[in-house]
């Protein structure tokens, strides 16, 4: 089902609005301006009153329209089960920055989105111990820590195949026979190739029960701790095109098409996805003068920054910069390319578009979330 099936303008007739609710079967409807901003919504009970008060059918469907209708932005769309639990509605609209409608949300989980068919790989950086999430990291490898009914893992996958993103690499080292046993199990066929001895891969072809479309994720084993950059040494020769980096704790609620738009339109070697944090100084500050005499006071301020999420945008060029067997963080190579004169970007995002569970406190905030 298409999102063209939710839209109406405002010179259709109520009773063709009753027969484009009646195909999607869905009970409701968006009235859109001519750059199809969406306006208002109409239900079927917004019809039935309509036509109950003895209003033409014939009449234009705006004058039935509900244009204080509920919504999100795309930023918040990690709030949308408990909006639509306080608010009791079946489906929830789903807006850019410029009103126009980006996806449905339904009560029973269902999705329409209006998305890109990106089909560009996604790393997946799991091989960390997951130190600060102990106690939990002490039984479980952080991948495989739930967030509400499945796991981390799972709702980045989810994530990127709303983008049609379907083919995933995840870097494995700490318990990574315990990562791989589970994908295995939710796997319909599996190819090895001695998985665990060095550099082998494995691929399975996995589908969720949580996940609606099937996907593929080719293991790649990190024998010893290469650090957030290094581990990426051992794509050399396996992706050859434009690909996403994540970490196995975050998850961006942005437009990945965007992204990647924005990362080709640059020419960039390597885009941050970075996100504006405002920090609170927890005291009053104050500006002095060069005598030393109190020029301003300021109560708690706050400080802008932007902060990386985790997520980036990588051409392969980007691993030539890479030693083999070398321990480096990401953002040393960052530096790396950058003293070597290479186009580093960024692009921003929201801080409520960002979740990170790295740590037990925001591990809890996303547990809220989802």
């Known amino acids: 089902m298409q999102l063209s099936m939710f839209l109406v303008d405002k010179k259709t007739s109520v009773i063709s609005t009753m027969e484009i609710i009646n195909k999607n079967a869905k009970g409701i409807t968006f009235l859109v301006d001519e750059n199809y901003v969406v306006k208002a919504s109409i239900t079927d009970g917004d019809i039935r009153r309509h036509i109950l008060n003895g209003n033409d059918l014939q009449g234009e469907v705006s004058l039935c329209a509900n244009y204080n209708f509920i919504f999100l932005k795309e930023q918040q769309t990690q709030n949308y089960n408990k909006v639509m639990n306080e608010k009791n509605i079946s489906c929830l609209p789903i807006l850019d920055e410029e ?26 950086m799991a091989g960390g111990k997951g130190t600060r999430l102990r106690p939990y990291s002490n039984i479980l490898p952080k991948p495989l820590i739930p967030i509400g009914d499945y796991t981390i893992t799972e709702r980045i996958i989810e994530k990127f195949m709303e983008f049609n993103c379907n083919n995933f690499y995840m870097i494995v080292n700490h318990k990574r026979k315990l ?80 992204i990647l738009s924005y990362h080709k339109q640059k020419k960039n070697l390597i885009t941050l996805v970075c996100a504006a944090k405002n920090f609170v100084v927890p005291y009053g500050t104050l500006s002095l003068n060069k005598n030393g005499e109190i020029l301003a006071f300021n109560e708690k301020p706050e400080l802008p920054f932007l902060v990386n999420t985790g997520l980036y945008l990588i051409e392969p060029k980007f691993l030539d910069y890479i030693k083999e067997c070398e321990f480096i963080h990401i953002t040393d190579l960052i530096k790396r390319c950058m003293a070597s004169g290479e186009k580093i970007g960024v692009f921003p995002t929201s801080e409520s578009s960002w979740s990170d569970m790295g740590q037990p406190e925001e591990l809890e905030k996303m547990l809220k979330l989802y």
């Not at 409608?101 to 029973?108: E, R």
């Not at 790649?220 to 196995?248: A, S």
């Open 99 to 124: 009103g126009k409608l980006i996806s449905l949300v339904f009560s029973k989980g269902e999705k329409l989105l209006n998305t890109s068919n990106l089909n560009v790989p996604v790393v997946i």
């Open 179 to 258: 990562i791989k046993a589970y994908f295995t199990d939710l796997g319909m066929a599996t190819s090895t190739a001695n998985a665990d001895f060095p550099n082998k891969k494995s691929k399975i072809i996995a589908k969720s029960a949580n996940l609606a479309k099937n996907y593929s994720i080719e293991f790649v084993n990190e024998d010893t701790d290469l650090g957030t950059g290094g581990g990426l040494y051992l794509l050399k020769g396996i992706v050859k095109e434009t690909f996403f980096m994540t970490n196995c704790d975050i998850i961006v609620n942005n437009r990945y098409d965007k």
